[in-house]
Nanobody, 121 residues
Framework: VQLVQSGVELRNPGTSVKVSCKAS????????IEWVRQAPGQGLEWMGS????????KYAQKFQGRVTFTADTSTSTAYVELSSLRSEDTAVYFC???????????????WGQGTQVTVSS
């Protein structure tokens, strides 16, 4: 099983970023995709969850209105898009997959390698 994420992103404040997570080695629609980030010197922060099986997203309240989860089931790729970026969004963004558990308290089965997003003018 692999989750391979897209590369480093550098963005100006106020813009948007879209990070991809390509899954292989399992049935893409059978696992939740979780999005988590880690800012410098901080712990992991759960952003939300996406079910590729039915397209339903759950967003952490903090990110409501600024984040969108999507997926292309034909390529087994999930996406997170974060808009209205600010410097506090600078972090490493991770995707993770879990067969049974969705939410911030889960210990996910598989993890992507992380994508560094830097927001700076």
């Amino acid at each position: 099983v692999q989750l391979v994420q897209s590369g480093v992103e550098l963005r100006n404040p106020g813009t948007s970023v879209k990070v991809s997570c390509k899954a292989s080695g399992y049935t893409f629609t059978s696992y939740y995709i979780e999005w988590v980030r880690q800012a410098p010197g901080q712990g992991l922060e759960w952003m939300g969850s996406f079910d590729p099986g039915d397209g339903v997203s759950k967003y952490a309240q903090k990110f409501q209105g600024r984040v969108t989860f999507t997926a292309d089931t034909s390529t087994s790729t999930a996406y997170v898009e974060l808009s209205s970026l600010r410097s506090e969004d600078t972090a490493v963004y991770f995707c993770a997959a879990d067969h049974d558990c969705s939410g911030s308290l889960c210990r996910y089965d598989y993890w992507g390698q992380g994508t560094q997003v830097t927001v700076s003018s």
